[in-house]
């Protein structure tokens, strides 16, 4: 009655905090609109002001921290606002507060589209890994290396067909490993992190570096609390699978940790005995008695075992000092024999000069001046039988925070290695044996203010790569430095950084981020960015291999991938290599219909230059393969060549319906990649697909999509997603859907739930088909006329059950 008599309808009453809930007192909070008030939060970080009606802006910054404006939406009534400000020193590559109305949706003012997948997602479908969460992001393209199989490994791609084009990191650590310029990230198992962060395309704020253009998947590990909380958790599922894991997270006085320990077995979809046949075009001759290029028995498995750990540390000298230590440690070793063995997929064969006895066809359709004869081997199981994958991955950070004059000195020390050993016949660049260390030093300083904040500073970082086929190791030096900043002007925010990175193996790079936000009206932001960014060359890309000679001709490197269809072996170096470059343009808006429903879309186009793709010298098969092949073999060669367009947009829709405890996010991509200015003879270096200018790149699906709801009252709780994959997908498949859910039920501190993945069995099965997957159109080999190129055909597990019981105090 009170406030009604003044004309002032509404209180709003909120908290100001760190992620792990602890108060932060003094910090400054403005609220402006049909009038301003500003006021500052009390020792317990509370806070609390008088408004007339209407929308308004909430601005918040403390030092030390991060600050955050937001739109209230609609306040008509007493009001609850929860700010969250993340530390100078956050776990996230883009330093971005929360704020909360009431539990309902604010808009969004990010000048770049960043999509977040909470722990509490993960967990409502009952994800064991983060991979399966990610699908839902349709700026993700997530590529199988060798088959769809859970026990192979599992990269991911951001706006194109490169996954080293994109940044992996924990916690802001570069994982990223200097063999294939990715990171395996299959087994990275859900209790190790509170959520994962995918951030698109050129951010000005972006606090790693310029060395990306796609932009940045960003594992975010468990953080400590304020309370104290601890999990238990065991499952029990198809295929033979289990997995128990615990977290434990808190604050002791003034140290608050956080623990994770994770076991996942798998029995796997396939465990049997079969005949395979050996990759050779060599004749045979099995009834004389003779063993050569005959087939032989294996046992054919799929059994993954993964083990992690995680312990994150971070002790509070002040409410703006502390210094922490993280470890994160994952190993898993899996049997990728029903992976590597596929099955022959096309009856027939075509190739220059006549018949031949190719137990693996590369095309199914004869091309100008070939033959066609029927595939000896057709249906049967090709490839070289036994095959064990083990992964290592360990990633230790230290870092430290405190006040400095008017701002923030930030000190990190990083360490980490990525190592895979394998056993058997490799197929692909992902199954050679190597070792990838890093070091990385930073230091930065940086202040926060009413509207604005700024920082500059860098880091040293060193890098070397071990492995099959290398002399002693490579190395590289990297010297990066940076200086960004952002201002609020009324409805217009600004932001801008600049970037100077030095690399031993190549030079200078320097490059330029800007970005703009601009209100219309309370419910309506756009944005745009424009900026330039780098690929650089990886280690294994510039290393020369010492030529192998047998007999006068070229031969495989041993322990590297065979040659592929062209006679080519994969796997040389180019010393000469330089880093490709990218502009980027951005434009996007967002629309808040209510508090409980918005709109974000978002435009984009990358221009590549100096691309970094494989050169087939001589043209390929004609001149290589069989009897027309002087020398064998010959290497393909990485160089820079040609140029590429990244293009498409970005749709995400929210709704929340608060009667009906109910939540869905909408989301759609159309991502357009094709090369350009070429020449003939190239190819992909991660798809491996012949390049033809203006065709789409192979395996990176035109559109994109996803549905997840969840629900949950009275204890119960559910959740479902659906995942769309377009025309020209990783799996070679026509257009699919897969379908995941959960249901459960909580009683106090316990909790059941069961989930299921691929529901209805989409493209699913134990083996891939090779060269029987949908044809891409591109150049013929050695003819470079256009037509159907045969691809591999890959499937998924199929639906899949758990049983999760899990206790929380």
């Not at 955050?68 to 530390?87: A, C, F, Q």
């Not at 290393?543 to 041993?558: M, S």
């Not at 070679?732 to 859907?737: F, G, I, K, L, V």
Request: contains cysteine; glycine residues 12%.
């Amino acid at each position: 009655m009170f406030h009604t008599l003044l004309g002032v309808c509404c209180l709003i009453v909120g908290g100001v905090h760190t992620p792990s809930g602890a108060p932060i007192a003094q910090a400054s909070v403005l609220i402006s609109g049909p009038t301003s008030r500003r006021t500052q939060s009390d020792a317990k970080g509370g806070f609390s002001l008088s408004v007339p009606p209407g929308r308004y802006d909430l601005s918040a910054s403390a030092r030390g921290y991060a600050s955050v404006t937001v739109n209230t939406g609609d306040i008509v009534r007493d009001s609850h606002i929860d700010v969250v400000l993340e530390p100078a020193n956050s776990p996230k590559l883009r330093t971005i507060g929360q704020v909360t109305v009431n539990g309902s949706i604010v808009l969004d003012r990010n000048v770049i589209p960043e999509v977040s997948v909470s722990r509490t997602q993960m967990d409502a479908l009952g994800y064991t890994g983060v991979l399966d969460a990610l699908q839902e992001v349709p700026s993700v393209v997530i590529h199988r290396t060798d088959s769809g199989a859970p026990s192979t490994p599992a990269v991911v791609s951001l706006r194109g067909p490169d996954p080293s084009e994109a940044m992996v990191t924990l916690d802001g650590q570069q994982l990223n490993d200097g063999n294939t310029g990715d990171l395996d990230i299959s087994q990275f198992l859900v209790p190790a992190f509170s959520s994962v962060n995918v951030s698109e395309g050129l951010g000005p704020t972006d606090l790693e570096g310029s060395n990306t253009f796609g932009g940045a998947v960003n594992f975010v590990s468990l953080r400590p609390t304020q309370e104290q909380h601890a999990s238990l958790s065991g499952s029990l599922g198809s295929y033979d699978t289990s997995q128990s894991w615990l977290n434990a997270t808190g604050t002791l006085g003034k140290l608050g940790y956080a623990l994770a320990g994770d076991s996942f077995q798998s029995g796997g979809q396939v465990n049997q005995e079969a005949l395979v046949y050996p990759f050779s075009d060599a004749p045979r001759n099995c009834t004389s008695g003779s063993a050569a290029n005959c087939p032989f028995l294996a046992h054919l498995g799929s059994t993954i075992s993964a083990r992690l750990g995680l312990v994150n540390l971070d002790y509070n000298f002040s409410q703006r000092a502390d210094a922490g230590f993280r470890v994160f440690t994952l190993g898993n070793v899996r049997d990728e024999s029903s992976a590597l063995n596929g099955i022959a997929g096309n009856a027939y064969c075509s190739f220059p000069g006549g018949p031949s006895d190719l137990p693996a066809c590369t095309f199914p359709a004869p091309s100008p001046g070939a033959t066609a004869a029927p595939n000896p081997v057709y249906g049967q199981h090709i490839g070289t039988g036994d095959a064990t994958f083990a992964q290592s991955v360990r990633a230790y950070e230290g870092y430290s925070r405190s006040v400095l004059g008017a701002g923030t000195l930030v000190a990190s020390l990083y360490a980490g290695d990525d190592n895979v050993d394998f056993q058997g016949g490799a197929i692909s660049p992902y199954d050679v044996v190597h070792a990838d260390k890093r070091y990385n030093e930073g230091l930065s300083w940086g202040r926060a203010f009413d509207g604005g904040e700024f920082s500059f500073g860098g880091y040293a970082r060193q890098e070397s790569l071990t492995g099959v086929g290398i002399a002693g190791s490579v190395s590289q030096s990297i010297n990066s430095y940076f200086a960004r900043g952002a201002q609020q002007f009324g409805n217009l925010r600004l932001s801008a950084g600049l970037y100077d990175a030095h690399y031993s193996t190549f030079g200078n790079n320097v490059d330029w981020r800007l970005g703009a936000s601009y209100d219309i009206g309370r419910s309506t932001d756009v944005h745009a960015s424009a900026g330039t960014g780098f690929r650089a060359p990886l280690l294994i890309e510039r290393y020369y291999y010492p030529p192998v000679i047998v007999d006068g001709k070229l031969q495989p490197n041993p322990g590297l991938p065979p040659m592929d269809s062209n006679c080519v072996v994969p796997g040389q170096g180019n010393p000469a290599e330089q880093p490709e470059h990218a502009t980027e343009y951005e434009l996007g808006i967002s629309h808040l219909f209510s508090t409980y429903s918005d709109l974000d879309v978002s435009l984009y186009r990358s221009n590549l230059r100096d691309t970094i793709e494989n050169y087939y010298p001589g043209g390929g098969a004609e001149s290589f393969c069989g009897k027309n092949s002087p020398n064998g073999f010959v290497y393909e060669i990485p160089i820079n060549i040609g140029n590429a367009v990244y293009e498409g947009t970005e749709v995400r829709f929210k709704q929340i319906f608060p009667r009906q405890h109910l939540a869905a996010v909408l989301s759609y991509g159309l991502n357009v990649a094709f090369p350009y200015a070429l020449g003939p003879f190239v190819s992909n270096p991660t798809s491996g697909g012949t390049l033809v200018d203006y065709e789409q790149f192979l395996q990176v699906p035109q559109q994109q999509g996803s549905a997840a709801l969840s629900w949950g009252d009275g204890g119960w709780h559910a959740a479902t997603a659906f995942t769309f994959a377009g025309k020209n997908n990783t799996l070679n498949q026509s257009a699919y859907t897969t379908v995941d859910a959960a249901v459960g039920k909580t009683w106090g501190p316990a909790d059941f739930t069961i989930a299921a993945t691929n529901v209805f069995n989409a493209v699913s099965g134990p083996f891939t088909y090779i060269a029987s997957g949908v044809p891409y159109p591109g150049l013929a080999p050695a003819h470079q006329v256009d037509t159907g190129l045969p691809t591999n055909r890959l499937f998924v597990q199929p639906a899949a059950i758990r049983f999760v019981l899990t206790v929380k105090t």
